[in-house]
């Protein structure tokens, strides 16, 4: 493998992480999975938790499930959605852990703001 082969696969994967960072980086998803590790829910569950218009909540859970975060699964009229990799669970928890000794500096950051902007 050459350089530009190597830089462009470096490049790629790095797209790639940070692609699946930002699917987290709705705070409406990360709601989702954080209900979703209390057990599988319908829509009309989470519309109710969460109180935001249904297809906002199906658009979200599209996402999740398309980027392999939740599944689904079809039980009569409704479609339940589970957390189906156990990584997902390791991923909020290590993620709290890490807030826990960095909420301040976190909370405080102006530049978060600006780069989404």
């Known amino acids: 493998m050459n350089t530009s082969t190597a830089t462009l696969d470096y490049d790629l994967?790095?797209?790639?992480?940070t692609r699946f960072f930002q699917v987290l980086a709705d705070?409406?998803?990360?709601?989702?999975?954080?209900l979703l590790l209390e057990g599988e829910?319908?829509?009309?569950?989470l519309v109710q938790r969460l109180g935001v218009p249904q297809a906002r909540v199906s658009s979200h859970l599209g996402c999740l499930r398309w980027c392999g975060y939740i599944g689904s699964q079809r039980e009569g009229r409704f479609i339940y959605?589970?957390?189906?990799?156990v990584r997902v669970l390791e991923l909020m928890h290590l993620a709290r852990t890490i807030l826990a000794d960095n909420a301040e500096a976190v909370a405080s950051c102006l530049r978060i703001n600006e780069e989404t902007a």
Do not use: A, W
Not at 29 to 34: F, K
């Open 13 to 17: 994967e790095l797209d790639l992480v």
């Open 27 to 34: 705070p409406t998803r990360v709601r989702i999975v954080e």
């Open 41 to 45: 829910k319908n829509v009309s569950e």
């Open 81 to 85: 959605y589970r957390i189906t990799d």
